[in-house]
């Protein structure tokens, strides 16, 4: 019996739209990018449909699906996912919420990321 191994590489949140700085090109289109090309050569490509209607259009729910998991059966939401990344052990009585710092200007959202700030300078130690 032979053992086959595999890796599962997933470019989450590698997708973007042209820049004309880039000829047009989006940035992944613009970069160079040798070794998941090589990765790619030497090993199987394909598509898989991970999104799943009534569910939101996230990388929690591609992930799960890309790991072998229902989203529909064990999608907890991002909050209870990004706390088990972080080791925050959850009660089953708990209830988590997962937001984002952004930048707002003027009212209009400029920044996804509070200007990347890190996960240290946004905790609420009140």
């Known amino acids: 019996m032979v053992s086959v191994k595999y890796v599962v590489v997933c ?11 880039l000829s047009g090109k989006t940035p992944l289109e613009a970069a160079d990018t040798p070794n998941m090309d090589s990765l790619a050569q030497g090993g199987e490509c394909g598509l898989l449909q991970t999104m799943v209607s009534g569910l939101p259009q996230d990388s929690g729910v591609a992930n799960l699906a890309i790991l072998g998991y ?12 990004e706390a088990a990344n972080m080791g925050i052990v959850l009660d089953s009585s ?10 707002v200007e003027d009212g209009v959202l400029v920044d996804y ?7 240290g300078e946004s905790r609420n130690y009140g």
């Open 11 to 21: 470019c989450d949140g590698m997708s973007d739209l042209p820049i004309p700085k």
């Open 113 to 119: 990321s509070g200007g990347h700030i890190s996960s």
């Open 94 to 103: 708990d209830v988590i919420l997962r937001c984002n710092t952004v930048t």
């Open 70 to 81: 229902d989203p529909v059966k064990f999608y907890p939401g991002r909050g209870p996912l």
